[in-house]
């Protein structure tokens, strides 16, 4: 461990010399929430927050992207051709990361960069981008990190992961882009002797701080047909309304519809976010829907989060744990309670042994 220690008038110099050579992302307060923005020449991230209200996901994977372009003129050569969006990255640099939405890329890289297939929008964002973390020193309320594979001072998926002290911090370079950003910031502070004993004594205190959790131990024994056919899916499913909510915010949600949009003779083709819970999400053009009733979908989503992914990857959850479908469902679904009832069922005795959240 590396450790190096920035004052805060080093923070100030060296996020402007950030600036210069990537564009940076962080966490801005907008109304009364935070949010990761483009910060302009002058702007600073304010991580005076313990997460934001959206993951940083958009950055990587923006909520609508055109793809392709194409004319409808009859009269020019390339009419009806297809012509790719023309798709460079430039380097850029999220500040703030929490640990929780930086677990999150490396989860949805297992489907969007894989031997097989990859996705060259998502892939070469993913590439040009450097994740500088902060730790937390407390959880909310909502927060189950460690039970989803990581925590309040989790590094996997950061480049860089920071460690607030006092109105300074201490930086830990983890990747070669991680000391490259470091350096390009120009931060060089020696860390005290103490340094690493005292980051551990925050991480203890920071860990113990999460009090919630989920059980997730007994979710590959299951068969899909278990669970699939749970007596529970409807009663948890009775007070939702479809909104989406919970997948839009979600850090690991990777599904998305493709449209083509037309204005006079030119139109893209383009991908947007879209949601499992959707009643058109699985529409048919026939006029079929194999997900017509709301506990089908929701059914849907907890079993590609909490079974499927377990299945497919047989590591981890695709799940980080972070809370925010708990805190923003309108009718308090908590991914939580679904959680413990799916690792706790019993088939054979066709019962919901339910822990506690």
Known sequence: MTLIKIDHQSWIDGIKKAKAAYRVFGPVK???????????EDRMPD???????????????PQS??????????????????????????????????????????IVRR????????????VKAYEATTFVGLACSSACGTCFCTSAGTGPFGEEGLDVLMVA??????????????????????????????AAE??????????ASVTS?????????????????????????????NCGTCTYICPTCWCFDVQDEISGKSGVRMRNWDSCMSPLFTLHASGHNPRPQKHERLRQRFMHKLKYYVDKYDNGIQCVGCGRCIRLCPVNIDIRSICNKMNNFDANACVCKVTSA
């Open 111 to 122: 489907n969007f960069d894989t031997p097989e297939y990859q996705d060259t929008y998502w």
């Open 65 to 106: 992207q055109i793809m392709f372009n194409y004319s409808l003129d009859e009269s020019k050569d390339d009419c009806r051709i297809m012509k790719e969006v023309e798709n460079v990255s430039s380097p850029q640099a999220i500040i703030g990361i929490r640990p929780c939405d930086a677990l999150a890329f490396p």
């Open 165 to 194: 002290d006092g109105d300074g911090f201490y930086a830990n370079p983890l990747t070669e882009k991680g000391r490259a950003f470091v350096k390009t910031a120009g931060w060089t502070g020696k860390a005290d002797s103490n």
């Open 47 to 61: 991580l005076d927050c313990q997460n934001t209200r959206m993951s940083p996901k958009a950055i990587i994977y």
């Open 30 to 40: 907008e109304k009364k929430d935070h949010e990761f923005k483009l910060l302009d």
């Open 213 to 241: 959790s989920v059980a997730t131990d007994r979710l590959h024994d299951k068969t899909i047909l278990e669970l699939y056919n749970a007596p529970f899916w409807e009663q948890d499913a009775f007070a939702c309304i």
């Open 198 to 207: 005292k980051i551990e004594q925050m991480k203890t205190a920071a860990e």
